[in-house]
């Protein structure tokens, strides 16, 4: 599947992703200046992205846990944290744009 990320440039960058990859293994294994200061756990809402409006009914919804990240980080509507974003043959042409 292929996932798109508009960069901080407004660039987009198109990427070959799995079924079951988080965003945040893709973000990694493509380069795309996104970091994980908690590899991952979901807890400190360092790999802050936005799903794009288009895109948002696709994405799974986030677990009370990424809530409540996510509102102590005041971040907001349509932000996910990349490593809670599993992604599914749905996402297919998913855009993603970057903080």
């Known amino acids: 599947m292929q996932v798109f990320f508009i960069l901080n440039d407004g660039q987009e960058k198109i990427v070959e992703a799995q079924a079951g990859a988080t965003l945040l293994d893709v973000i990694s294994e493509n380069g795309i200046p996104v970091i994980g200061v ?6 400190c809402a360092s790999c802050q992205v936005k799903i794009a409006p288009e895109s948002a009914p696709s994405v799974q919804p986030p677990s009370n846990q990424e809530l409540d990240v996510l509102e102590m980080f005041q971040a907001d509507d349509g932000v996910r944290l990349a490593c809670q974003v599993t992604l599914t043959e749905q996402n297919d042409g998913l855009r993603v744009i970057l903080l």
């Open 38 to 43: 908690c590899s991952g756990s979901g807890v």
